[in-house]
């Protein structure tokens, strides 16, 4: 099954490294039956950009937790057996998932991220999560904005060059 992991520029090399994404468990997002339930209309691959962009909003919390992580988000997509991952959306968060074992790097399918020039609005996006959350309008706006740029693809052989 094709899994979306939240991470930053930080985590995706420190999982370079260690040859793994862990330990378990692991928050991911995937298409789900959630997600197909509140996406009956979309085909896989939009079901599967849906998930992608939820993980990627994910990677927005990651680097509020890191202060001194580039301000790009970073979602990596890999192939995981269907037995470790547990669905665990509910509400907004349909595509939110539970991996009960650690991702070997040889699992990672690609990278997902934000190129250099998103950096102001994403970090903009950081700073408003807190107030969003709470409901301001403002603060919304500037973290729905952070989905105004694409995430760009990589392969797995172009990540070294992106730490």
Same mark, same amino acid.
């Given at each position: 099954?094709?899994?979306?992991? *939240?991470?930053?520029?930080?985590?995706? %090399? %420190?999982?370079?490294? %260690?040859?793994?994404?862990? *330990?378990?468990?692991?928050?991911?997002?995937?298409?789900?039956?959630?997600?197909?339930?509140?996406?009956? #209309?979309? !085909?896989?691959?939009?079901?599967?950009?849906?998930?992608?962009?939820?993980? %990627?909003?994910?990677?927005?919390?990651?680097?509020?937790? !890191?202060?001194?992580? *580039?301000?790009?988000?970073?979602?990596?997509?890999?192939?995981?057996? !269907?037995?470790?991952?547990?669905?665990? #959306?509910? #509400?907004?968060?349909?595509?939110?998932?539970?991996?009960?074992?650690?991702?070997?790097?040889?699992?990672?399918?690609?990278?997902?991220? !934000?190129?250099?020039?998103?950096?102001?609005?994403?970090?903009?996006?950081?700073?408003?999560?807190?107030?969003?959350?709470?409901g301001d309008d403002d603060a919304l706006f500037a973290v729905d904005g952070a989905e105004g740029h694409e995430l760009l693809w990589y392969a797995t052989q172009e990540i070294p060059h992106l730490e």
């Amino acid at each position: 099954m094709r899994v979306y992991l *939240p991470s930053t520029l930080t985590l995706l %090399a %420190a999982a370079r490294a %260690a040859r793994e994404i862990g *330990p378990a468990p692991l928050a991911a997002h995937a298409v789900t039956p959630a997600l197909r339930e509140w996406y009956a #209309g979309g !085909d896989l691959e939009e079901l599967e950009y849906a998930a992608m962009t939820a993980a %990627a909003r994910a990677s927005l919390r990651l680097l509020a937790t !890191d202060p001194s992580a *580039p301000r790009r988000r970073v979602v990596l997509a890999a192939e995981m057996p !269907d037995p470790v991952v547990t669905w665990r #959306g509910g #509400g907004t968060d349909r595509s939110l998932s539970e991996l009960a074992a650690a991702v070997p790097w040889t699992k990672i399918a690609s990278a997902h991220v !934000d190129e250099a020039s998103a950096a102001p609005d994403i970090a903009a996006a950081v700073r408003a999560l807190a107030a969003a959350d709470a409901g301001d309008d403002d603060a919304l706006f500037a973290v729905d904005g952070a989905e105004g740029h694409e995430l760009l693809w990589y392969a797995t052989q172009e990540i070294p060059h992106l730490e």
